[in-house]
């Protein structure tokens, strides 16, 4: 099939079904005249084809082709915009589970660092050198002990004793009045400058003075009605040895002389007479006995009595019925005397307990003295008993000297801790002197007590006190560092398991 030639141009229809499109006008130009052309006579068109004005819009390209997920990475399929979302997503979610990761490690590893540097750093303690005691140096005094019966001498404030032998319970007399005043001050107590209470002496007090008369015994004379207080008849009881005021003293108190007797030994118990036991109150009875080293116990704790020693130290006193009267031990107020008790019957013999005072190193020590059973003479029942109670106290107070037992800047041992498999320790030396009064041969107790130290420690720090320790003695020096106590380093501390 064809078209139609027109004036303008051919026009050509393709059978197909691909897109139409019409070509442009041929536009003819005329041949040159001329012998040009074919041989035969005839005339030859050219034709040329006029540029289109405007082109056509292309086709719109053709819908991509899913790329199968089965692909091979590599090849084209991988560069489709689906894939490569997802590869920036797992990006994405492989960086977050990083970062999450990385937080939980700083996390742990934090908590662990927290954890070691709150750990205890080890525990440090003072170690010295120091025994647990120490024997004062020197010779032991001689003591001249009595050819006869009994003694003992003690220096209370320095703790020391002795007595000359194992000792057996003896009838002690008048010794037993001390553990009577003792018993009536603890239960009514008196200070200085006061009387106490005020006793009215009844028949049933006459009567025992009497009765103590008629045999012999030591007696103040009263009179029914007669009014005393309380120092008055401590007075009477100490320094004449009046065994009706005993008997006085023990009713008010106890309402009774077995009641009275009672708080005796209960009294004797506590200071550890564990050789002493009384029947009565004045010690007229031989079954009343003790020995010289637990008179020394009573006689002791009456002197730590300020009235009680106030008293036994008078050389004469004055009372109501009687007037002036003087004290029965007379070696009180000469050679430095201050008391304190006499005793004698016929069973007992004479026994005495004396007293004395001195200074040593400043401070004031008292000795005292105690004897039983020892000889009399027709001109001085106690002369012989006092030579042998100022012998023991001059012996013993001549022997005390001022013991130094710390000296400043002296090395006693070491504080440190361990760590590492090994110690850390710097010396630790006393920081002050210190001496006790001290009779040689006796021994010292020492103590060590240290401070909570910790590591870092500057040294001159006090980490701790040593105490020596002698009868009522107590001297207490400080302990101290001489360089900075060590401390763990910060890597141990980290890394110790």
């Known amino acids: 099939m064809g078209g139609e030639p027109d004036e303008q141009g051919v026009s050509l229809t393709v059978g197909m079904e691909t897109p139409s499109f019409a070509l442009p006008p041929v536009e003819e130009t005329p041949e040159p005249s001329g012998p040009t052309g074919d041989g035969d006579g005839a005339t030859t068109v050219s034709t040329t084809l006029a540029a289109p004005p405007t082109l056509l819009p292309p086709p719109p390209p053709p819908p991509p082709v899913p790329v199968s997920p089965s692909l091979p990475e590599g090849q084209a399929g991988d560069e489709l915009p689906e894939r490569g979302a997802d590869r920036r997503q797992r990006r994405r979610r492989r960086r977050r589970r990083v970062g999450i990761g990385a937080v939980v490690v700083i996390v742990v590893v934090a908590g662990l660092v927290v954890v070691q540097l709150r750990r205890p750093l080890p525990s440090t303690g003072v170690h010295t050198t120091l025994a647990s005691s120490l024997v004062v140096p020197g010779q032991a005094p001689t003591l001249p002990w009595p050819s006869t019966g009994y003694g003992a001498v003690s220096i209370p404030s320095l703790g020391y004793k002795a007595q000359s032998g194992p ?198 020590v008292q000795a005292i003295a105690a004897v039983t059973n020892q000889p009399a003479t027709a001109t001085n029942t106690f002369g012989a008993a006092g030579l042998v109670d100022e012998g023991l106290m001059q012996a013993a107070l001549s022997a005390v000297a001022d013991q130094p037992v710390a000296v400043a800047g002296h090395a006693v041992g070491t504080v440190g801790a361990s760590w590492g498999g090994s110690r850390h320790d710097v010396p630790v030396e006393t920081a002050q002197a210190a001496s006790v009064l001290a009779v040689p041969g006796q021994a010292l107790t020492i103590t060590v007590t240290d401070r909570p130290v910790a590591t870092g420690t500057d040294a001159g720090t006090v980490v701790g006190h040593v105490a020596y320790t002698l009868g009522p003695q107590r001297q207490v020096a400080s302990l101290r560092p001489t360089e900075r106590v060590p401390a763990p380093s910060l890597w141990w501390r980290l890394t110790r398991t």
């Open 167 to 364: 000792e057996v319970p003896v009838p002690v007399a008048s010794l037993t009045k001390m553990m009577v005043a003792l018993i009536i001050l603890q239960d009514h107590p008196l200070t200085a400058g006061v009387d106490g209470p005020s006793i009215t002496i009844t028949a049933q007090d006459v009567a025992e003075d009497s009765s103590d008369v008629s045999t012999d015994q030591s007696t103040v004379p009263v009179n029914v009605g007669e009014v005393l207080t309380e120092r008055q008849l401590l007075e009477g009881l100490l320094i004449r040895s009046a065994n009706n005021m005993a008997f006085t003293l023990a009713q008010w108190d106890a309402g009774s002389l077995p009641a009275f007797v009672a708080k005796m030994n209960a009294g004797a118990s506590r200071l550890g007479m564990t050789q002493t036991h009384y029947v009565d109150v004045s010690g007229y009875n031989p079954g009343s006995v003790s020995t010289p080293a637990d008179s020394l116990k009573v006689a002791a704790q009456g002197l730590a009595d300020p009235t009680f020693a106030a008293i036994v130290a008078m050389p004469t006193v004055t009372l109501p019925v009687v007037g002036q009267v003087n004290n029965i031990v007379t070696q009180v107020g000469t050679n430095g005397i201050v008391g304190v008790k006499s005793g004698f019957t016929t069973a007992a013999g004479p026994c005495l307990v004396l007293a004395t005072n001195r200074t040593v190193g400043g401070r004031t």
